[in-house]
């Protein structure tokens, strides 16, 4: 095998297990924080106050509706996200963010960016820009790779 690619894959699992198994948010696991920040990005970004279908998310996860399911119930029990019936079909259920309980997920959230903005600072802003760039086109050829 190519010592590069031996090099890439060490690295992958190393950023992996580190941000699997370090607890960067007090209050949630990291699939609750993945799931809050699709939530968040899709009502502050995209104005989408309606939210997403449980297909939707799993979707954009890869993660198992019986997983989606298990996560949005425990974010549904903290009280950060709702689930709403859609009107045009029954059996669609959007879940979205609680509104009145998003400065809990915004404190999360902040302590995540003061972690990357020291990362930012410790490279530099070009390296991070380049890290940013590579980390969206990895992102592109995995989907791709899991679409075939």
């Known amino acids: 095998m190519d010592t ?8 992958w699992i190393n950023l ?3 941000l699997r198994n370090k607890r960067y948010m007090v209050n949630l696991s990291f ?4 799931l809050c920040h699709i939530l968040y990005k899709e009502l502050t970004d995209r104005n989408n106050k309606r939210g997403l279908s ?4 799993c979707n954009r996860t890869s993660l198992l509706k019986s997983q989606i399911n298990k996560i949005i119930n425990g974010l549904v029990d903290k009280g950060l996200v709702k ?3 859609s ?6 259920i959007y879940i979205s963010l609680n509104e009145d309980k998003i400065d809990i997920y915004k404190e999360e959230y902040n302590m995540v960016l003061k972690l990357i903005d020291k990362l930012v600072y410790s490279l ?7 890290a940013t760039d590579i980390f969206n086109e990895i992102s592109g050829y995995v989907s791709l790779l899991h679409r075939r």
């Not at 009107?87 to 669609?92: A, G, H, I, S, Y």
């Not at 530099?124 to 380049?130: L, Y």
């Open 4 to 11: 590069v690619s031996e090099d890439f894959l060490d690295s």
């Open 16 to 18: 992996s297990t580190i």
């Open 31 to 34: 699939n609750e924080g993945v």
């Open 54 to 57: 449980v297909k939707e998310i």
């Open 83 to 85: 689930r709403t019936k």
């Open 87 to 92: 009107k045009e079909d029954k059996r669609v």
């Open 124 to 130: 530099g802003k070009d390296k991070a820009r380049n």
